[in-house]
């Protein structure tokens, strides 16, 4: 497919490339799952788009396939990098702000903490995640929910350009004129259809929010998770919250009345006032949680409300997307991964629905997801012995919700998996027509591999 609209010259870049061994290479080629070893045939990492277009042309003369990668969270999806070419998409910085017309524009290495602050001092929240180390690229391509997806949908359906170095080495410029189809695959299809270089998107104008986070002991797990899933049908999607059970370990970085204890935590964002967040969450606190940590604040405050580990570890997880949370499942995940010695180390429940769960009719490849919670669990493999009886946990957890099973989302999917599974027939059968048309050759990889219809 030759693409004409805002065709850039590509050709004339080169760029680093690492092979096995060269300093700085396994650096390169790591992820944030210590677990994952992947070993490409080599890895560019380019400093512009036309060291991407020279990372890729080099790749076709070696027969190589390409993936791109930023910050390698989800690089777990890829079932190996034999064969490929990586794009270490690090060095594509760069932020740019347009707030006047709510917009941002981030290079692909851009992270989420990169513009949480900055956005948030000039009065807007952006839909990012739980944790600010996550790269923008890779979650917007992916579909991205966070605390406020519920009020304005998922981060996919909130870019509003993108630019990529497709198969024939062109630089182009996607969005809802330009290459429209392209645009649409791109925004759910990850990396299957180009290196993504630069993104554009919407974000929301914020200056307090009522945010925090209720724990209670482990112990109190059901009645809390019965409660929450209780008053779930009567939140506005101005609300968010979810529900998590962990097993905090004995770190002095963490703060010393959580070091060591196995909680359940009930976190939230509210985009309103004070006194109807608390009356919103009254039956919630009528429980009396050990602490209570909300109150007005800032949207840079919830960068970092849910925790989220900030060093790459050895792990195993498990998810699903949830139409119900039934008490008598409560029940039994509580009894699983509630106990002090569950090698599951956290299982997270997150409230979906409003405009997560809505089509939207301007949104990508993945504008909404179904079901009513998304779970998410997850544990650590210190030592090898440690890897079986965890994946027994996680596979007894997915027993107990499969009946419940709405579907997955696939930025939470750290395995590889048949990705026809993520989409409904008719969207399957567009995104392969989309790669086919600009992809033919399969060249691209994303970590969630889409092959182009025969
Ligand atoms: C600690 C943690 C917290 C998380 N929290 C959330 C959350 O709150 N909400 C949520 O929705 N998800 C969350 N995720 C999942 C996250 O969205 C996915 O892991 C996502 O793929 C990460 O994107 P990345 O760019 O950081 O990772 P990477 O592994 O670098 O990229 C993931 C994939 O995106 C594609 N990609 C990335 N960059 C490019 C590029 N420049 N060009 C083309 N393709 C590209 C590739 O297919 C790549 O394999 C979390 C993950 C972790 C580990």
Not at 6 to 12: A, E, F, L, P, W
Request: overall charge negative; hydrophobic content about 40%; some cysteine.
């Amino acid at each position: 497919m030759t693409i004409v609209a805002t065709r850039i010259d590509t050709t004339t870049g080169n760029g680093t490339v690492l092979y096995p061994g060269d300093p700085g290479w396994d650096e390169a080629r790591g992820g944030f799952n210590l677990l994952v070893d992947h070993r490409p045939e080599a890895i560019a990492l380019p400093r512009n788009e036309r060291e991407v277009a020279a990372a890729v042309a080099l790749a076709r003369s070696r027969g190589w396939k390409v993936a791109a990668q930023g910050t390698g969270h989800n690089a777990g999806a890829y079932a190996g990098l034999s064969g490929m070419l990586l794009v270490n998409t690090s060095r594509l910085t760069g932020v740019e702000y347009d707030l006047a017309n709510h917009r941002v524009r981030v290079g692909a290495a851009t992270r989420w903490g990169d513009v949480i602050s900055p956005l948030s001092d000039r009065g807007f929240a952006a839909l990012h995640g739980s944790s600010p180390l996550v790269g923008i690229a890779g979650y917007s391509l992916g579909g991205g929910i966070g605390w406020l997806s519920r009020k304005h949908g998922l981060q996919a359906s909130a870019v509003t350009a993108i630019e990529l170095v497709t198969a024939e080495g062109h630089l182009v410029r996607t969005d809802a004129v330009h290459e429209p189809e392209l645009f649409w695959a791109l925004r759910g299809g990850n990396g299957n259809f180009g290196v993504v270089t630069a993104l554009e998107f919407e974000v929301q104008p914020v200056t307090r929010m009522y945010a925090g986070v209720m724990f209670f002991p482990a112990e109190r797990s059901v009645e809390v998770l019965r409660t929450w899933t209780g008053q779930l049908p009567s939140f506005p999607e101005e609300l968010t919250t979810w529900a998590t059970i962990l097993h905090v370990p004995p770190l002095p970085e963490i703060p010393e009345p959580l070091q060591g204890r196995s909680l359940v935590a009930v976190m939230g964002v509210f985009l309103g006032d004070e006194a109807d967040g608390r009356a919103l969450l009254e039956p919630l606190r009528a429980l009396g949680p050990e602490i209570d940590l909300f109150g007005l604040q800032p949207p840079a405050a919830i960068a970092d409300l849910a925790m989220d580990p900030t060093s790459p570890m050895p792990m195993c997880s498990a998810t699903a997307l949830l139409n119900a949370l039934p008490d008598s499942t409560i029940d039994a995940v509580a009894g699983l991964v509630a106990r002090p010695d569950s090698p599951i180390l956290m299982t997270q429940f997150r409230h979906l629905g409003g405009a997560a769960g809505r089509p939207d009719p301007d949104g990508g490849a993945r504008d909404c997801l179904p079901g009513e919670v998304v779970v998410y669990a997850v544990g650590v493999v210190p030592v090898p012995e440690a890897e079986q009886p965890l994946l027994g946990a996680l596979t007894a957890l997915r027993t107990m919700v499969l009946p419940h099973r709405a579907g997955e989302y696939p930025n939470f999917v750290e395995e590889p998996a048949d990705t026809s599974r993520f989409w409904g027939q008719d969207d399957w059968t567009r995104l392969r027509r989309a790669k086919a048309l600009y992809d033919p050759e399969d060249l691209f990889r994303g970590n969630h591999h889409i092959p182009p219809e025969a």
